[in-house]
């Protein structure tokens, strides 16, 4: 392959574009199967299409020849980036959180008013000192969801994606797009795109592995999340080179079928008829004992670990009745009159409702330490880093 082919199609360059002029037009439209008959589509398709296949890699990490026999790891989804000072002081300082050789991130915008229009993966990047990859998962027609929509300032870019960062040299990088779980164009919150799995060959002192970047979708059914799991999982096994591997990201493991509001809230009622008390104790922490019990069997039968790569139990996404954003949030797809059951379920235990989103799975890797969650993340503002916690794991490839 030619080096500065490659190089182009790697640089940021490859996600210009000048498709915001089209948003206007494409925002008629309330299904993507309309959106893609249209003339304007068949007008931007080109530029979409190799926005959506993108991969950019940009290396800004010192070659470090020091011996290192563990692999330090880290997966948080950050909220689109959106408090990007007090994250990039969690990822040097936080006596937890920093030094790790793998970053795994999810929801990072590149040209977004919510996020100051940064592109927050290479902001990181040149921040941490590392290398990065980014995927763009979807092209943003609107601001965003919720409080989002009245973030100061238009998107200049208006993309969104998910992220790999490492110390060392990353190979082989490339992604495997996911099927939607539900109609990206139909709703308050319309999109171009899907979401993608993020895969590279990392080249690491204590031995070459491969890392996963994973997001499964949030509005879907159980049965769709465990079919984008198996389809990441198809492709792992295809690639020529099998290697010590491993998965981390943002599974949205929240026991619902949420592909629409009508089947979110017949869930709702059907975990208040299996008690409230228990379904908060029992089920949001532990979604592989029943509800996402499919998704995870998918792993092991492929020989992947998840028990002992993750403190089992331990929440990664909080809702509190409280939390005015979130409540925003949640109200642009949920009906009003839903609001007085979900509080009510809510003080019966507390106020705040605790659920397992964010894991690691790995296949041939040994486990070093305990793996931790990582909670109550503020910035210099005392405003929460993002609305879910980090997750964090030191292992060492398989020795054969």
Same mark, same amino acid.
């Given at each position: ?52 296949? =993108? ?13 290192? +026999? &563990? ?28 030094? !790790?050789?793998? %970053?795994? %991130? ?14 927050? *993966?290479?902001? %990181? ?9 980014? #995927?763009?998962?979807?092209? =943003? ?25 490492? !110390? ?44 996963? &970047? ?12 465990? &079919? ?11 690639? *020529? ?16 079928? #949420? ?20 379904? &908060? ?13 499919? %998704? ?24 509190? #009745?409280?939390? #005015? ?35 690691? =799975?790995? !296949? ?11 909670? +109550? ?21 398989? !020795?054969?």
């Amino acid at each position: 392959m030619n080096p500065e082919t490659d190089l182009k199609r790697n640089s940021p360059d490859i996600l210009d574009h000048r498709l915001n002029e089209f948003f206007p037009e494409l925002l008629k439209f309330d299904s993507i199967e309309a959106t893609k008959k249209s003339e304007v589509y068949r007008k931007i398709k080109p530029d979409v299409e190799r926005i959506l296949n =993108a991969v950019v890699q940009e290396n800004y990490a010192p070659t470090i020849n020091k011996k290192k +026999d &563990t692999i330090a790891a880290l997966a948080w989804n950050i909220e689109r980036g959106n408090r990007f000072a007090g994250i990039v002081e969690a990822l040097k300082n936080h006596a937890q959180l920093k030094d !790790k050789d793998l %970053l795994l %991130l999810t929801e990072l915008d590149y040209g977004m008013a919510r996020s100051q229009n940064r592109f927050v *993966a290479r902001d %990181l990047a040149e921040e941490l000192n590392l290398n990065y990859a980014f #995927a763009p998962c979807y092209i =943003a027609l609107q601001k965003g969801s919720g409080v989002e929509e009245y973030a100061a300032g238009e998107n200049t870019k208006s993309l969104h994606g998910l992220a790999m960062f490492s !110390k060392y040299a990353m190979k082989n990088v490339h992604a495997v797009p996911l099927p939607n779980g539900k109609d990206k164009m139909f709703g308050k919150e319309k999109r171009l795109g899907y979401l993608r799995a993020l895969i590279a060959d990392i080249e690491h002192p204590a031995g070459e592995f491969r890392a996963v &970047t994973l997001h499964l979708d949030a509005h879907s059914s159980r049965q769709h999340r465990q &079919t984008q799991m198996r389809i990441v999982l198809d492709h792992l096994d295809a690639l *020529a080179s099998p290697l010590p591997t491993i998965i981390g990201g943002d599974w949205n493991t929240t026991t619902y079928n #949420a592909q629409s509001a009508n089947r979110a809230i017949a869930g709702y009622f059907r975990r208040v008829a299996m008690g409230v008390k228990n379904v &908060t104790r029992n089920h949001y922490p532990f979604p592989d004992r029943y509800f996402e019990r499919g %998704l995870f069997q998918e792993l092991e039968l492929r020989g992947y670990d998840y028990k002992t790569l993750n403190e089992i139990g331990a929440g990664t996404l909080h809702y509190d #009745a409280e939390n #005015a954003a979130y409540n925003t949030n949640l109200g642009d797809w949920v009906p009003r009159w839903c609001f007085p059951f979900i509080f009510w379920a809510a003080r019966r235990v507390g106020g705040r409702v605790s659920a397992r989103l964010d894991w690691f =799975a790995g !296949k041939r890797i040994e486990l070093v330490g305990e793996p931790q969650t990582v909670g +109550d993340l503020f910035d210099a503002e005392n405003v929460s880093l993002s609305d879910h916690d980090a997750i964090i794991l030191n292992f060492a490839p398989e !020795k054969v």
